[in-house]
Structure formats: structure tokens, C-alpha cells
């Protein structure tokens, strides 16, 4: 079993294409892993491996057969989907998300639902309603949010791959936290039918693997124009397996404003180690500037908690999901709310709706959407000069657990060097960096829209040069304490 595990997924779909591993017996090797899971990265596992499709076997499916982990928040036909929250506690959606349904019918079967921050709002993955995900390199610390546990599930070989969503660094910043790749791809690129809605023009869903090979397999999949999602786009040319060797030619735009002040000593140690791996493969490394990032932050926790005021009023206890009796329809609502949400989702549907009053739309929400807009025309102007901009993924570390939670600015903080990229609607890949004082980093690369196969062909040739190695949360070679 553990030499099925120790393979890569594009790996793992060679052998079962060449015929030399059976499909079930990887889908089974993953799921024992994945029931015996000490980090509550999951919240529903498949009962077994699927019945052999006839007319197409996994050994002529692109995917091979490589089991797929999906963050809660995807609908899965028939299969709970209650993205971290009470309020859709056993709900069981009558369809599947285009994404996951794409990637099934390329060869991806659902091994397992993970755990995730309530509607995908969070940077610790501790505010799930079904308990806080454990960092599989040391459990007395944070995975990582939203999409904890999909990051996590992967960098402790409980799943070979995952996906995730992107709405603020919910999948790039636990990637980095967690030692492995998460890929945010550029905005409409992948359908967001059938992701249950936290910000609508941010949600974004992407990978999150243990190599850029895989992220770049996975992605492959994923992309694509889709008739039951208006802002799908069809992507243009086709995302090919990286094979970059060096950065040759490449420009790298280093923003002082999400470079300096206020990153843990150990994470900029080694995003100035990769950096300099960087200019030896080639690449030229230049100071650029992004004047309106340093406000990115306020911007999107007023436009992300506006949107998400207006996306969660479906939540009712009138349709489906939870539902608390009362008297009058009103009292119906309000009981069922106050049951059904958590406190940080509470705290950011009252956020947003006050964003949005009467008398305070304009100078908020209006404001921070001109912002967005400067955002925008920054990485426009920056990539005038350069092909991407390189920035640190997380200011920190994984943190402890509990440690930010009464302090949610310093928890926002979390996401100060990712929430830029989807304000923006550009793709950005974090790759693992180093470790600092025994923990994962991640260095982060962004680029123009849909340039995700050239960002990926240079995370590939950075990741051969820095050559990680992730496999102690795999072999259990890791920080493990009671929590």
C-alpha cells in the first residue's frame, strides 16, 4: 500500500493506464488511509471503490482512475454537501457541480468530502460546524483556510489530489501552511455551478496536489466554458504537463508592499533563498510596485461580506437545509439563523449588509470597489514589465490553534499576500519553499490572466530546483500531539 501512495497522481494515472496498478486497488489504498484520518480532514467518505465503468475503464480515462477529494462546499448528487455549516447539516444536493462532474467523467471517482471553514469563510479552517482540521506536519497547529482540509488530506497521502476554492487565498494560503501546490486559476475560468456561493465575483475553484505536474493534470480538467454558469469563460489554447527547465527570459516583479513589513523572519529567509534559486535558473528579479495592495485587505472584507449578505439570505429553513420551528414566518427565519450560522459567518453576513445600507453603500462598498479597480490596473501596469509577481503566500507560518481566533483582524491578516490576486481576477500558484523552524512555506507566483501554463511551466522549473520534500506528514514522521 504505501508504495501506491507514495506515487504522484499523474504517476499513480501512468501505472493504471500501462495496466500495472488496478484502479479499485488505489481507490481502497487511499480510503484505508483516509478512515484511519486523526485530522478531521473529512467529512464523508465513499463506502468503496466504484463499480468498472465498460465502456470506459480507468486505463483509458486521462485521470486514470486517481481518487478525488472535493472541499464540502462542491454539490455532490446524492452525497452530503454542507460546506462547513449546520444550516445544510445531511444535505444531500439532487446534482453535481460541473467541476466534479468533469472530472469524474475524465477518470476522478469521489473518494472522500473535506472539511473546510463555514462557507468557505476563514483562514484556520476553525470555523468549521463539524470541528477544526489538525496541520498534518503538527496537530497542535492550524491547516490552513478555507479549504483545510483538502490541503491537508493531501500533504498527509490521505487523498493523491484535491480540489479546493479560491475566494480571498482559500486555497493558496493553506497550501502553503500545509507544504503542498494550490493553484487559484484566473476568474471564469472554471464553472462555479453547483459551488455553494460565499462571494460570487471571487469564488473561484482550483487543484490542490502534491506537484505542479499534478496541479497542471488536475487544472487541465477543470477549465472551460460552461452554459449553466454566465461568468465561464472557455479557455483559450490548451494547459500542457510543465517541462520548463529553467526561467530563462523570465521578468519577476518583487512588490515591496507584499514583501517587508509584517512577514515572519523564517518566511522571507526563504522566499529570498527562492528567489535567489530563481535568478540561477535564469530569471531576471526586479523591485516593482502595487500601490493599492496595502489596501486589498480592507477592500475585500467589505465586497466579500457584501456579496455573501446577499448569497446566504437563501439560507431560510423554508427550502432545504436546516429548519427551526416557531410561531410566525419572521420568527422561523431568525431561529433558524441564529442556530444555523456560526459566529464568523454571523459576523461577516452583518458586516456586509451594513456595507450595503441605505446612507453607507457609497462610501463603502462603492469605495472599496473603485479600489478593486486600482488593484487591477497595478498588476496591469507591473505586468507591462514583468511576467509575473513573486510575493511570500502566507505572512507566517501555521499558527496554533485558537491562537487568533478572539482577534479576527489579526486573523484576516492571514490573508494579506493572496487577497490581491482575485480582487484582480488573476490566476496565482503557491509552490512549497522551505521550511521555517520545522514548517512548511510558500512562495507564490501570479500572473496576467489565463497565463496559468506559463506560470505553471515556472513553478515546475522552481519546484525541481528547490526540491522540497513533504513526505514526513506522509510517513508520519511529524509534530503529533493530543489536541
Not at 88 to 107: D, F, I, M, N, Q
Not at 140 to 148: A, H, K, L, Q, T
Not at 179 to 207: E, H, N, W
Not at 359 to 369: F, I, L, V
Request: hydrophobic residues 40%; proline residues 7%; charged residues 20%.
Amino acid at each position: 500500500m504505501s508504495s501506491l501512495i507514495d506515487l504522484t497522481a499523474a504517476q499513480a494515472a501512468d501505472r493504471v493506464r500501462a495496466g500495472e496498478i488496478d484502479a479499485a486497488e488505489l481507490f481502497d489504498a487511499y480510503r484505508s488511509r483516509a478512515l484511519a484520518d486523526d485530522l478531521n480532514a473529512f467529512t464523508w467518505l465513499a463506502e468503496g471503490a466504484p463499480e468498472a465503468d465498460p465502456v470506459r475503464p480507468a486505463r483509458d480515462a486521462p485521470l486514470g482512475g486517481v481518487p478525488l477529494a472535493v472541499k464540502d462546499l462542491f454539490c455532490t448528487e446524492g452525497v452530503p454537501s454542507q460546506a462547513g455549516s449546520r444550516i445544510l447539516e445531511g444535505y444531500r444536493p439532487p446534482y453535481t457541480a460541473t467541476v466534479v462532474a468533469k472530472l469524474a467523467e475524465a477518470g476522478a471517482p469521489l473518494l472522500g468530502k473535506t472539511n473546510q471553514d463555514e462557507f468557505a469563510m476563514g483562514s484556520s479552517n476553525e470555523n468549521s460546524a463539524f470541528g477544526p482540521v489538525l496541520n498534518p506536519w503538527d496537530t497542535s497547529r492550524v491547516p490552513g483556510g478555507s479549504s483545510g482540509g483538502s490541503a491537508a488530506a493531501v500533504a498527509a497521502g490521505l487523498a493523491p489530489w484535491a480540489i479546493g476554492t479560491d475566494t480571498g487565498g482559500s486555497i493558496r494560503q493553506p497550501a502553503a501552511l500545509c507544504g503542498i501546490v494550490g493553484l487559484k486559476p484566473t476568474y471564469g475560468a472554471c464553472s462555479r455551478y453547483g459551488m455553494i456561493a460565499f462571494a460570487s465575483s471571487l469564488d473561484q475553484a482550483g487543484p490542490l496536489t502534491r506537484d505542479v505536474t499534478d496541479a497542471a493534470l488536475l487544472l487541465a480538467h477543470m477549465v472551460g466554458r460552461d452554459r449553466r454558469d454566465s461568468t465561464s469563460l472557455e479557455f483559450p489554447g490548451e494547459i500542457e504537463l510543465p517541462r520548463a527547465e529553467d526561467l530563462a527570459g523570465i521578468r519577476l516583479g518583487v512588490p515591496e508592499e507584499l514583501s517587508g513589513e509584517g512577514i515572519e523572519p523564517g518566511v522571507l529567509d526563504s522566499f529570498n533563498a527562492t528567489l535567489r534559486l530563481a535568478e540561477g535558473l535564469g530569471a531576471t528579479i526586479e523591485a516593482c510596485r502595487l500601490p493599492h495592495a496595502p489596501h486589498a485587505l480592507a477592500a475585500y472584507y467589505l465586497i466579500a461580506p457584501a456579496e455573501a449578505s446577499s448569497n446566504l439570505a437563501r439560507f431560510d429553513g423554508v427550502r432545504y437545509g436546516l429548519r427551526v420551528d416557531a410561531d410566525d414566518l419572521t420568527e422561523m427565519y431568525s431561529r433558524t439563523r441564529a442556530a444555523g450560522f456560526g459566529a464568523e459567518v454571523k459576523r461577516r453576513i452583518m458586516l456586509g449588509t451594513y456595507a450595503l445600507s441605505s446612507g453607507y453603500y457609497d462610501a463603502y462598498y462603492g469605495t472599496a470597489q473603485k479600489v478593486r479597480t486600482l488593484i487591477s490596473q497595478d498588476f496591469e501596469a507591473a505586468f507591462a514589465s514583468f511576467d509575473f509577481i513573486v510575493t511570500p503566500t502566507s505572512p507566517w507560518t501555521a499558527f496554533e490553534l485558537g491562537s487568533k481566533t478572539a482577534d479576527p483582524y489579526a486573523m484576516y491578516l492571514n490573508d494579506f499576500c493572496t487577497v490581491p490576486m482575485p480582487l484582480a481576477g488573476i490566476p496565482a500558484i503557491s509552490i512549497p519553499s522551505g521550511l521555517s523552524e520545522g514548517l512548511p512555506v510558500g512562495f507564490q507566483l501570479a500572473g496576467p490572466a489565463f497565463s496559468e501554463s506559463r506560470m505553471l511551466d515556472a513553478a515546475f522549473a522552481l519546484e525541481r530546483a528547490i526540491a522540497f520534500d513533504g513526505s514526513g506528514p506522509m510517513t508520519g514522521d511529524r509534530a503529533r500531539r493530543a489536541s
